[in-house]
């Protein structure tokens, strides 16, 4: 008696064999990692704007939460910005 046996590939199934056995701690390291690097990077620019006097650092925690690295680039860039709003403040103040 034979019995055959039909093997049907799914389209994923490469997938399985490209890491092989320990691809899914690969990828579990990666966003622990990834996920950690967000909640850092929204600490500092958090911190750093209330530290400069930024009303609305909650806006700067939610930037660096989503968008990570690219996040911390923008608000380096514009940060200036607002300590030259502040400043330009003090003086029309004296």
């Known amino acids: 008696m034979t019995v055959l046996q039909i093997y049907e590939s799914h389209m994923m199934d490469w997938w399985l064999n490209v890491f092989g056995p320990y691809?899914?701690?690969?990828?579990i390291v990666g966003m622990v990692t990834y996920i950690g690097?967000?909640?850092l990077i929204a600490y500092y620019m958090h911190k750093d704007a209330l530290r400069r006097g930024i009303k609305n650092s909650e806006?700067?925690?939610v930037i660096?939460?989503?968008?990570?690295?690219l996040g911390l680039v923008i608000y380096l860039l514009v940060r200036n910005n607002y300590n030259q709003e502040t400043e330009f403040k003090r003086?029309?103040?004296s």
């Open 37 to 39: 690097l967000s909640v």
């Open 64 to 69: 660096g939460l989503i968008l990570n690295l």
């Open 91 to 93: 003086k029309e103040r």
């Open 23 to 27: 691809g899914w701690i690969f990828m």
């Open 59 to 61: 806006f700067w925690l």
